[in-house]
């Protein structure tokens, strides 16, 4: 059984960062992409951004230049920092890990982001 653990939302003004982490455990064969998604209220969950196991990074177009993806192999962690927050950030995000071995994705449970004055 796989759990992903996902740590580090909250609230915070305009402008201000933040920066999440999940830490995926169990039986995991072979990560290979990483991600995180979000979900606001009324809307579908979309992308924000993924890293593959090599290190090559893909970002919504909304977050580029302000958010950053980075992972640790040896944790099986990954992180988002997230800097220039906006209003329009405030979602829940969940953190997806997938197992190349056998096209399995894993999602994290999700965590609160309110960016607000």
């Known amino acids: 059984q796989v759990q992903l653990v996902e740590s580090g939302g909250g609230l915070v003004q305009p402008g201000g960062s933040l920066r999440l982490s999940c830490t995926a455990s169990?039986?995991?064969?072979?990560?290979?992409?990483m991600g995180w998604y979000r979900q606001a209220p009324g809307k579908q969950r979309e992308l924000v951004t993924t890293?593959?196991?090599?290190?090559?990074?893909n970002y919504a177009d909304s977050v580029k230049g302000r958010f950053t993806i980075s992972r640790d192999n040896a944790k099986n962690t990954v992180n988002l920092q997230m800097n220039g927050l906006k209003p329009e950030d405030t979602a829940v995000y969940y953190c997806?890990?997938?197992?190349?071995?056998?096209?399995?994705?894993?999602w994290g449970q999700g965590t609160q982001v309110t960016v607000s004055s």
């Open positions: 997806k890990v997938r197992d190349g071995l056998v096209a399995v994705d894993y």
């Open positions: 169990g039986t995991i064969f072979n990560i290979n992409t």
């Open positions: 890293i593959t196991s090599g290190g090559r990074t």
